[in-house]
């Protein structure tokens, strides 16, 4: 083929081959060394009616050709400047410049291909003007890479943001990871590298190799807008646009706004979706988003469960992290299967009546040489001062809220997940340690802020604005603190002066209510006010009560092996601890095993242990579950006033004898009660009288001793009449027999 070609032209140039300043250049160029390579590669003229010139570097090639795009017919043959593979030809015939391949002659092949540097900018002048000023919220659609047709020719256009960097340069499987072949346009105004690469295509790996301002080439680095990431351990990015679905969750979309509502019923399934189950015929392999579709959806409707909470599911390089050290921030992890499949899971979900929740880590990330930390070669997303950018207990980074670009990286990837994928939520994990600059450190290791104070002023107002964003763009979405201080108005309106979130999780009452659960009985009459104050507070914040994946970690152990007895009390106490907090004031959470009584305690290398369920008191324990979250979301007084101080009455918060609790709850109906009475002793209690404010029948619900869900079956036959007996300060009692260690709920029916 190389040998019909006979157009010569490397005796006639407009630059000399021998001059110093090109061959400099080209020197620069093989050793991927140079800051402007467009200036030097691709077609050029030194004046208006100059030879049309054309520089490339081919590393391997033998010979190169220019071939006129409009004939497909040889313009000239570049002269090879360095045997590293840099040419340079002039075509005197030409004045104009033209579309054009290039076509490479190699020791046993010929090849013709588009050159990357005859294409433009992959950036708008407006583009490139938000993303200075750090206002571009919707950079994922730039920043990246993007398959895309440029003049005719299918592509991918790369773009990072590295300002500090001496050049950047794509590599990956479409230049056989050669730094040298495919280095990047700088944009000086916003610090961002581009270029369009021609036949790259979709699913191909790549990163950036990254040269610092003083010369010396960084780690490999991993795409920080990438939608796609390599298996673990491999740390690749993977070539793929946004994820296009056909979206057939409209009905849900519909009364979304309804399911997150202060107002509505929240009950969150907390998941690993790696630990949920697992296949032990193939390796003990992770499910797929369809698996977990056909598994996990189904199950958790059946429990009655609105929401599902995922742990981190954006790309993590480290299994053991759970996903709280993401790397891919924009990139669900590929351990289950495509962006498309997870969009496809998620939809699902939204079929099923299910929202999701993700669990969102904006306040750290880890060290991994791949990833965001000194990411040109100087402290780009994360503080230089290790007293502000390290995270001691974690051994992560700190992002530097109090850079603009780094909050738009961050603002953009909330609003993305909500966007693309069409998440209800997001739970904002770690938020004390975004809020603190002293949080977990020492005297002397840290800074204060500009006033002397120990608050982040910086990340407090990224929180304000990413809530802001959040519920402006994204009607019936919700976000949620996982706050362990006690900071004000974590859940009131940034107008307020609040932080802006939907909902705070109240680790408080996690904390206190274990805390009493794990003291034997006999001792409990001590602790009596472990279970009463979080209502102190209950109504200061928007709460969720947590019984999180937290709490079955780190030889914390099980919920079930927390309770203290034989077996027979171990579970009749976490039935009656469930019972308690579902009649208790407060969005629900419940991380998976919870639900059945799981006894060892989570790992996330293992799955669940689903032949727990074959024995009668663990089904028991999630029948339970099933029927506590039919009747919170069938009982208005349950559900409605969660949120409000005048849908709840202590009506005896002091029997710390009996260790007895009993509390109404209330709605818009003052007509329409429900009465909890909780005994956290194993001896019943017969006789037990209990006021109430207006006469009736109170139906007996739910009994935790029920014998269906493992208990004694002590109770009141379904049904109490309410006597005219004063009692409590209130007209009327009911005379109970409470079950021991059991949650009875009754509803008033009106007469």
């Known amino acids: 083929m190389a040998s019909d070609i006979s157009t010569d032209t490397r005796r006639t140039r407009a630059t000399d081959s021998r001059d110093p300043a090109l061959r400099a250049a080209a020197e620069a160029i093989a050793r991927a060394d140079h800051g402007d390579p467009f200036a030097v590669l691709g077609m050029h003229q030194n004046g208006p009616d100059a030879p049309v010139e054309l520089r490339a570097f081919v590393p391997g090639a033998q010979r ?73 919220l919707r950079a994922f659609e730039r920043l990246g890479a993007h398959p895309r047709t440029v003049d005719g020719v299918d592509g991918v256009a790369f773009a990072v943001w590295a300002p500090s960097a001496r050049n950047v340069s794509v590599i990956g499987e479409f230049n056989n990871w050669d730094g040298r072949r495919l280095p990047m346009r700088r944009r000086v105004e916003a610090g961002v590298w581009e270029i369009f690469v021609p036949h790259a295509t979709t699913g191909q790996r790549y990163k950036f190799e990254v040269r610092g301002s003083d010369g010396n080439l960084l780690p490999q680095k991993a795409d920080p807008y990438a939608f796609r990431a390599e298996m673990r351990p491999a740390t690749a990015s993977v070539v ?27 009950s969150i399934y907390e998941v690993h979706l790696g630990s949920w189950a697992r296949v032990p015929e193939e390796e003990d392999r992770f499910l797929t988003y369809q698996e977990l579709s056909e598994r996990l959806i189904p199950y958790v409707k059946t429990l009655g469960f609105t929401h599902i909470e995922l742990l981190p599911i954006t790309e993590h390089p480290f299994d053991g992290s759970w996903g709280y050290q993401p790397i891919g921030m924009y990139a669900p992890t590929s351990r289950h299967g495509s962006p498309e499949d997870f969009k496809a899971f998620v939809d699902s979900c939204h079929r099923a009546g299910i929202g999701v929740l993700l669990d969102w880590v904006p306040g750290h990330f880890p060290t991994d040489q791949h990833g965001l930390g000194l990411f040109d070669g100087t402290h780009l997303y994360e503080h230089a001062d290790p007293r502000q950018g390290f995270h001691q207990d974690w051994n992560t980074l700190i992002y530097n809220f109090g850079r603009t670009e780094v909050q738009n990286f961050l603002l953009g990837n909330a609003l993305f997940w909500l966007d693309q994928y069409r998440l209800d939520g ?77 909902y705070k999780w109240n680790m408080g009452w996690m904390h206190d209510t274990l805390a009493y659960m794990q003291n034997d009985p006999i001792h409990r009459r001590y602790h009596h006010h472990q279970m009463t104050f979080g209502l102190i507070y209950q109504f200061s914040e928007n709460f969720v009560l947590p019984l999180s994946h937290d709490e079955v970690v780190h030889g914390k152990g099980s919920l079930i092996n927390k309770m203290p007895g034989d077996d027979w009390q171990k579970f009749a106490n ?49 029948d339970l579950i099933r029927d506590l979250n039919g009747l919170y979301r069938e ?5 409605k006033t969660d949120c409000d101080p005048s849908g709840f009455e202590w009506i005896e918060s002091n029997d710390n004898e009996n260790s007895i609790f009993t509390f109404l709850r209330k709605a818009d109906d003052p007509d329409h009660l429900v009465i909890a009475v909780c ?73």
């Open 64 to 136: 190169l050709w220019v071939i006129d795009s409009a004939t497909g017919q040889p313009a000239g043959e570049a002269e090879r400047m360095l045997e590293d593979g840099f040419f340079h030809a002039v075509l005197p015939d030409r004045t104009q410049r033209f579309r054009y391949r290039l076509r490479a002659e190699y020791p046993l092949a010929t090849q013709e291909f588009e050159d990357a540097y005859r294409f433009g900018n992959v950036l708008g002048e407006l583009d490139v003007h938000l993303l200075a000023e750090g206002t571009h």
């Open 240 to 266: 793929h646009g946004l994820p296009a679905y056909q979206w057939r969750d409209a009905e849900w979309q519909s009364r979304r706004a309804a399911t997150s509502d202060r107002n509505a019923p929240v």
């Open 426 to 502: 997001l739970r904002v994990d770690a938020v004390a340690s975004m809020l603190y600059l002293d949080y977990s450190r020492k005297e002397g290791e840290w800074i204060p802020n500009t006033f002397g104070g120990r608050e982040n002023l910086e990340s407090i107002a990224f929180l304000k604005r990413m809530n802001e964003l959040v519920y402006e763009r994204n009607a019936g979405a919700m976000t949620v603190a996982e706050e362990s201080t006690s900071w004000p108005m974590v859940s009131k309106p940034t107008y307020l002066g609040g932080l802006g979130f939907g």
């Open 574 to 622: 976490l039935r009656a601890y469930y019972g308690f907090m579902f009649a208790h004031p407060g969005k629900k959470l419940l991380f998976m095993g919870g639900e059945f009584a799981q006894r060892r305690e989570w790992s996330e290398a293992r799955s669940l242990d689903w032949h727990l369920l074959e024995e009668p008191l663990h089904r028991g324990v999630r």
């Open 635 to 639: 009982l208005a007084p349950l559900h």
């Open 679 to 751: 005994n956290f002793t194993p001896i019943p209690r017969e006789g037990y009288r209990v006021g109430v404010p207006l006469p009736g029948r109170y139906v007996e619900r739910l009994n935790t001793d029920a014998p269906e869900y493992g208990g004694s079956g002590v109770g009141n036959g379904g049904a109490v009449e309410a006597e005219e007996v004063p009692w409590h300060g209130r007209t009327h009692s009911l005379n109970l027999t409470v079950p021991p260690l059991g949650t009875l709920i009754l509803e008033r029916r009106k007469e």
